[in-house]
């Protein structure tokens, strides 16, 4: 449904991961849950989902996250998100969310680190959006 008609939404997202030689690593799925908050200037996104990891064997994972997109102008939010793995092993992430091409093509620049120093953590991303109206 429209998130900014109704403001709030749910969704179905999955994945399937694959490294540079070709060969299948990861699949994932969550359901995320948004709602238009701050006189709908901004969203915050709650999600959960499942992750399977193929090291030497499959590993299983559940993953839980809270996000806000908070809007500074019509064409740059600033982006939180602390999300956790089986509840433990969370980490952070924030950054700039910039409109490049309005109701087209937006980016993410952020940086994420583990709350503690033995977890993996995202670091330093960037990230382009495609986002049309309608894709036919």
């Given at each position: 449904?429209?998130?900014?008609q109704r403001?709030?939404?749910?969704?179905?997202?999955a994945?399937?991961?694959?490294d540079?030689?070709?060969?299948?690593?990861?699949?994932?799925?969550?359901i995320?849950?948004?709602?238009?908050?701050?006189n709908?200037?901004s969203?915050l996104?709650l999600?959960?989902?499942?992750?399977?990891?193929?090291?030497d064997?499959?590993?299983?994972?559940?993953?839980?996250?809270?996000?806000?997109?908070?809007?500074?102008?019509?064409?740059?939010a600033?982006?939180?998100e602390?999300?956790?793995a089986?509840?433990?092993?969370?980490f952070?992430?924030?950054?700039?969310?910039?409109?490049?091409?309005?109701?087209?093509l937006?980016?993410?620049?952020t940086?994420?680190?583990?709350?503690?120093r033995?977890?993996?953590?995202?670091?330093?991303n960037?990230?382009?959006?495609?986002?049309?109206?309608s894709?036919?």
């Amino acid at each position: 449904m429209d998130l900014e008609q109704r403001g709030w939404g749910i969704g179905a997202v999955a994945g399937l991961l694959y490294d540079f030689d070709g060969e299948f690593e990861e699949l994932f799925a969550y359901i995320p849950y948004s709602r238009m908050i701050l006189n709908d200037s901004s969203v915050l996104h709650l999600n959960v989902g499942f992750e399977a990891v193929q090291e030497d064997d499959w590993e299983y994972e559940i993953i839980t996250g809270i996000r806000g997109d908070f809007g500074i102008s019509d064409r740059f939010a600033l982006l939180g998100e602390v999300a956790a793995a089986n509840f433990g092993d969370a980490f952070f992430q924030g950054g700039l969310r910039i409109s490049l091409i309005p109701d087209l093509l937006e980016m993410d620049i952020t940086y994420g680190d583990g709350f503690r120093r033995q977890e993996t953590a995202p670091g330093f991303n960037i990230g382009i959006t495609f986002t049309p109206d309608s894709l036919w």
